[in-house]
């Protein structure tokens, strides 16, 4: 069982919506809205902010069912966690991360766990 859970219902959006002409911008803009999102579920939830290494298995729900890249939603997702606190950095020494599960079903909405791994020094 996970020490915390949260739910957004939202989806976060693929880096292929960034691509191109002013991407940056978009991508930065879609970032920090996320993290925002985020950031009120966590408050929500009584989520608190990582101060050491954190597991996230994050399940994205679409309506639609559509083959997706999964790879594609993790780094606006993954810099949006970092954005509102979830997770102290994205690196490998204070995430143990894993791609997104993608499901089809009645309401979009993106479900994370959460544990508590401990200390980036404990490895």
């Known amino acids: ?60 729900v679409f309506t639609t069912k559509r083959r997706r890249d999964r790879a594609n939603y993790c780094k606006i997702w993954d810099d949006a966690m970092v954005e509102a606190g979830l997770l102290v950095d994205d690196c490998p020494e204070w995430y143990d991360d894993a791609l997104p ?8 909405c993106t479900m994370v766990e959460i544990w508590e791994v401990g200390d980036a020094d404990e490895g």
């Open 1 to 60: 069982m996970s020490d915390y859970s949260l739910m957004i219902d939202e989806t976060p959006p693929s880096i292929n919506k960034f691509s191109g002409f002013r991407g940056g911008y978009a991508k930065r803009a879609a970032i920090v809205r996320f993290g925002w999102l985020i950031k009120a579920a966590m408050a929500e939830y009584g989520v608190p902010p990582a101060t050491g290494k954190r597991r996230i298995l994050t399940t994205i």
């Open 101 to 108: 599960k993608l499901q089809v079903g009645e309401k979009s």
